[in-house]
């Protein structure tokens, strides 16, 4: 059974920085890619960005793009989201997400979300 | 950019109804849509792929179909545990994953 266990959420101030991790099992996590998947209150979904499984390659939306870097190990099973220059803007449940071999951005698999507050 | 517009923004409706939720490419994304399901507080899940194929586990009353822009997922024979937030979002041509607004399902 797929498993994505997210950790790293905090109340963090607008400029600060924040580390989430994502521990995986249950399959071969270096073959798939992964995404970061976000969710403002009250609002809809938003992919925030992905990473291949093997070659590492990286994709980011315009909104984060030069803020977040997400990275993996794929010796340990974990996907990593760090988070620089954070804004009011990026408070949400972050989502771990464990895409589609086949389908790149088809999310099969959800984590059950860690919160991320940006405030003063 | 792709955009997806999905409607209608909320439905109310009796269990034993029929819902239907429709989705809009600004252009054309072939198949590559799929639909997840968000009930209150969790997360979202995988409902169907590939426009009209269901996920593992998926009950056969979701039904998705559609090509090109335009898209639907009906529910047929509504109950209770329907009651949730259903997000269409293409996949699969661009680096990113773009979701529609969603349709707030409520079961009367």
């Known amino acids: 059974e797929v498993q994505l266990l997210e950790s790293g959420g905090d109340l963090v101030q607008p400029g600060g920085s924040l580390r989430l991790s994502c521990a995986a099992s249950g399959f071969t996590f270096s073959t798939y890619a992964m995404s970061w998947v976000r969710q403002a209150p009250g609002k809809g979904l938003e992919w925030v960005s992905g990473?291949?499984?093997?070659?590492?390659?990286?994709y980011y939306a315009d909104s984060v793009k030069g803020r977040f870097t997400i990275s993996r190990d794929n010796f340990n099973d974990i996907l990593s989201l760090q988070m620089r220059s954070l804004r009011v803007e990026d408070t949400a449940i972050y989502y771990c997400?464990?895409?589609?071999?086949?389908?790149?951005?088809?999310?099969?698999?959800w984590g059950q979300g860690i919160l991320v507050t940006v405030s003063s | 950019e792709i955009m997806l517009t999905q409607s209608p923004g909320a439905l109310s409706l009796s269990p034993g109804q029929r819902a239907t939720l429709l989705c809009r490419a600004s252009q054309s994304i072939t198949n590559y849509l799929a639909w997840y399901q968000q009930k209150p507080g969790r997360a979202p899940r995988l409902l169907i792929y590939g426009a009209s194929s269901r996920a593992t586990g998926i009950p056969d009353r979701f039904t998705g179909s559609g090509s090109g822009t335009d898209f639907t997922l009906t529910i047929r024979t509504l109950e209770p545990e329907d009651s949730a937030v259903y997000y269409c979002?293409?996949?699969?041509?661009?680096?990113?994953?773009?979701f529609g607004l969603g349709t707030k399902v409520e079961i009367k």
């Open positions: 990473i291949s499984g093997s070659d590492g390659n990286t």
């Open positions: 979002q293409h996949y699969g041509l661009s680096p990113t994953g773009t």
């Open positions: 997400v464990k895409e589609n071999y086949y389908d790149s951005r088809r999310f099969d698999s």
